[in-house]
């Protein structure tokens, strides 16, 4: 018998219309937008269905719109296959994504967990506000390339990896002058350079504002032990101690995120099948580069 996890997505995988055909056709996802209404005082099932898509895209929008959204589709996946759901032995989310998988796993409630990621967008978005900032794919070069690459570019600002991805996909995150050095440099070592449509510098230092505040709320706000092993981004294991997770989550806003590492953790662990639940085919894109002979299902409506 196959050895279930699903993964959840991040920021960058919202589009308009996501979650519409999900809401209308499965009261147990249209509740959860009606439920976020309430707690956000806002529309959201109206942005996410019929945008605009720049309100959309505003990291302070677009993180509970991802999160109500892939639990949506969860609602989808559980209406449809409830024994893949109650057969799931581990859970992932890429940065913002990890809110959800903690979720799914019983670690916090829906509405604790929307809360979560409101004030964690509403941060995020303020600090990149603050300091002109932004962030870069690297593709096709090897990890020490990028590193260098890295190490140069600095002498135009700050600049770190913010995030290892999979095998030739990396992300650099920084002050706008070093990336836009990091992108000549990434074209002269033979990569490519994208440079992604995000609010500011995620997943470093320049983040530092938004940590602290999520510090504060994540005080607040009641956590349980996970009831399946949920990989944390920061390094690549599973936590059961909620004081542990809180903190994670704090370091996560500033630290690199280990994807392909936690990839790796949980085909070691015995993981055969994944489920990407939510917006877009990221996930799905990045396992075939890690491990082409694992099958992963999108769960979607698009």
């Not at 996501?18 to 056709?25: F, L």
């Not at 033979?190 to 602290?212: C, N, R, S, W, Y």
């Amino acid at each position: 018998m196959s050895k279930i996890a699903f993964l959840f997505p991040g920021q960058g995988a919202q589009h308009v219309g996501m979650g519409k055909s999900i809401a209308e056709n499965y009261p147990a996802a249209r509740t959860l937008y009606d439920r976020a209404a309430e707690i956000l005082g806002f529309d959201l099932a109206e942005l996410c269905f019929n945008g605009p898509a720049d309100e959309l895209d505003l990291t302070v929008n677009s993180q509970p719109a991802l999160y109500v959204t892939s639990l949506a589709a969860l609602e989808m996946l559980r209406a449809d296959s409830p024994d893949v759901v109650l057969a799931c032995e581990m859970t992932a989310g890429l940065s913002l994504g990890e809110y959800t998988a903690l979720v799914f796993a019983g670690a916090v409630t829906f509405d604790d967990g929307l809360r979560l990621v409101q004030r964690r967008g509403a941060a995020m978005q303020e600090a990149a506000d603050a300091t002109p900032s932004g962030m870069i794919s690297s593709l096709l070069l090897k990890t020490e390339q990028v590193e260098a690459v890295c190490e140069e570019a600095r002498t135009a600002g700050r600049l770190e990896i913010a995030n290892y991805l999979c095998p030739g996909n990396i992300v650099l995150s920084g002050d706008n002058a070093a990336c836009e050095r990091a992108v000549e440099l990434i074209d002269e070592a033979g990569g490519k350079a994208v440079p992604l449509a995000v609010a500011g510098a995620f997943h470093t230092e320049i983040m530092q504002p938004a940590d602290a505040r999520l510090a504060e709320v994540l005080a607040g706000i009641p956590l349980k032990k996970p009831e399946i092993p949920t990989v944390s981004n920061v390094d690549a294991r599973p936590h059961d101690d909620p004081d542990e997770i809180r903190e994670l989550l704090v370091r996560q806003v500033v630290s690199p995120v280990l994807w392909e590492d936690s990839i790796r953790h949980m085909l070691d662990a015995g993981v055969d099948e994944f489920y990407e639940i939510g917006p877009g085919r990221v996930l799905r894109g990045l396992l075939k580069r890690i491990n082409r002979k694992v099958p992963c299902t999108t769960i979607n409506d698009s």
